[in-house]
């Protein structure tokens, strides 16, 4: 099992950034997908999730600014992030429960900066 993180980067606030994950070794739509995320200094954040029904649900400091998705044909999922400000600033881990397996990719750095 594999999942590959891309999409990070610097922007500056207000701008956005879509993330990516591409699972390989397991089937997103049938997995409860996560995105979390870790700031400098601090423990890993819970960011949002996708259901296995596709129903999503996010953190509260990121709701309304942020969306996930999946694509199941592309084995992909998203994570759509608007108005990024400097407190988004962290790497973020894409997660797949797959119970009783749990897998983790290996971040991509986001960092929001004026």
């Known amino acids: 099992v594999q999942l590959v993180e891309s999409g990070g980067g610097l922007v500056h606030p207000g701008e956005s950034l879509r993330l990516s994950c591409v699972a390989s070794g397991i089937d997103v739509s049938t997995s409860w997908m996560y995105w979390y995320r870790q700031a400098p200094g601090k423990g890993r954040e819970y960011v949002a999730e996708i259901t296995t029904a596709g129903s999503p649900h996010y953190a509260d400091s990121v709701k309304g600014r942020f969306t996930i998705s999946r694509d199941n044909a592309q084995n992909t999922l998203y994570l759509q992030m608007d108005n990024l400000q400097p407190e988004d600033t962290a790497v973020y881990y894409c997660?797949?429960?797959?119970?009783?397996?749990?897998?983790w990719g290996q971040g991509t750095q986001v960092t929001v900066s004026s």
């Open positions: 997660n797949a429960d797959n119970h009783p397996a749990d897998y």
